[in-house]
């Protein structure tokens, strides 16, 4: 069972930047491949942006592209979401989720994709 810790949420202002890391209880996240998911109060859980196994493939939801990006360390001890030009309406809790997988370069874009879940952090951005 691979536990998930995420770190780096905040409040900030408009336009400000938060860093937000996970972390898994396993050693590494060799043949995992990831996603940083987010539900603000009153709405369903959504994908934010995802990465393959190998790393070499992400996904973003339109609404991020060009702020966010995901990455992982070359280790794969963790997974960051770097968010820039934060907006109000990004608001909400983070989670981080993960999946095994054989295939590395697959990037997974719904929530029952993903097996293993954070505990989320919350992320306040005010205008």
């Known amino acids: 069972q691979v536990q998930l810790v995420e770190s780096g949420g905040g409040s900030v202002q408009a336009g400000g930047s938060l860093r937000l890391s996970c972390a898994a209880s396993e050693r590494t996240f060799s043949k995992y491949a990831m996603g940083w998911f987010r539900q603000a109060p009153g709405k369903e859980r959504e994908l934010v942006a995802s990465?393959?196994?190998?790393?070499?493939?992400?996904y973003y939801i339109d609404s991020v592209k060009g702020r966010f990006t995901i990455s992982g360390d070359n280790a794969r001890t963790a997974v960051y979401l770097q968010m820039n030009s934060l907006k109000p309406e990004d608001t909400a809790v983070y989670y981080c989720?993960?999946?095994?997988?054989?295939?590395?370069?697959?990037?997974?874009?719904?929530?029952?994709?993903?097996?293993?879940w954070g505990q989320g952090t919350q992320v306040t951005v005010s205008s």
């Open positions: 990465i393959s196994w190998n790393g070499a493939n992400t």
């Open positions: 989720a993960a999946r095994t997988t054989t295939f590395g370069h697959i990037v997974y874009q719904t929530t029952r994709s993903y097996s293993y």
